[in-house]
Nanobody, 124 residues
Framework: QVQLVESGGGVVQAGGSLRLSCAAS????????MAWFRQAPGKEREFVAS????????DYADSVKGRSTISRDNAKNTVYLQMNSLKPEDTAVYYCAARKFGYPSRDRPAYSYWGQGTQVTVSS
């Protein structure tokens, strides 16, 4: 079992930056692929970024590519999402997710564990 707790959300002006963190419990964190998804009001939850078990492989949605960086610290059981040049359309609840496997996916059903989410609001 893996429990995930996100933090770092908040209100920021357009062009600003935020760093989201996701702390994981459980002995298998270093073997889990991790991802960030987001859900805006009235929209489906969508893929943002993923990272494999070692951190050597990452993947990004086109909407955040070049502005965001996903990383992980297996010693701290934590995954991060650094978001720069934020836009109002980045406003959403951001969720951390963990897979039972080490290779990531863009598909929501591929992830077995989810956090409660952290709100990111970007004002124009």
């Amino acid at each position: 079992q893996v429990q995930l707790v996100e933090s770092g959300g908040g209100v920021v002006q357009a062009g600003g930056s935020l760093r989201l963190s996701c702390a994981a419990s459980g002995r298998t964190f270093s073997s889990n692929a991790m991802a960030w998804f987001r859900q805006a009001p009235g929209k489906e939850r969508e893929f943002v970024a993923s990272i494999n078990w070692s951190g050597a492989s990452t993947d990004y949605a086109d909407s955040v590519k070049g502005r965001s960086t996903i990383s992980r610290d297996n010693a701290k059981n934590t995954v991060y999402l650094q978001m720069n040049s934020l836009k109002p359309e980045d406003t959403a609840v951001y969720y951390c997710a963990a897979r039972k496997f080490g290779y990531p996916s863009r598909d929501r059903p591929a992830y077995s564990y989810w956090g409660q989410g952290t709100q990111v609001t970007v004002s124009s």
